[in-house]
């Protein structure tokens, strides 16, 4: 049974940053494009990042370009997220997803198979 485990988040003043990471079990990590998408209450999942298959195609909500940054290291099974600048707008849920569009990045949720249990992030002003 594949499982997307993350970890990393907490609690940060405005300005601060944090990284989070996603752990992958299963041998077939690097053949999928993986994701980071938050919830903050009340409101709707939103996509913040993803990444495919090699590591050389990235995709960003608007809203996290240039403080956000994806990355993967398919030998570890590891997809990390480093958040800089951070905002309190940016307080949610955080979410790490595997993609069966192995090539393309997707924003889109509906691409999105297999989640994990979410890591909370809070930035205070």
């Known amino acids: 049974q594949v499982q997307l485990v993350e970890s990393g988040g907490g609690l940060v003043q405005a300005g601060g940053s944090l990284r989070l990471s996603c752990a992958a079990s299963?041998?077939?990590?690097?053949?999928?494009?993986m994701g980071w998408f938050r919830q903050a209450p009340g409101k709707e999942r939103e996509f913040v990042a993803a990444?495919?298959?090699?590591?050389?195609?990235?995709n960003y909500a608007d809203s996290v370009k240039g403080r956000f940054t994806i990355s993967r290291d398919n030998a570890k099974n590891t997809v990390s997220l480093q958040m800089n600048s951070l905002k309190p707008e940016d307080t949610a849920a955080y979410y790490c997803?595997?993609?069966?569009?192995?090539?393309?990045?997707?924003?889109?949720?509906?691409?999105?198979?297999?989640w994990g249990q979410g890591t909370q992030v809070t930035v205070s002003s």
């Open positions: 997803a595997r993609s069966w569009s192995r090539a393309y990045p997707s924003a889109s949720p509906n691409v999105y198979d297999l």
């Open positions: 299963g041998r077939v990590f690097s053949s999928y494009s």
């Open positions: 990444i495919n298959w090699s590591g050389l195609s990235t």
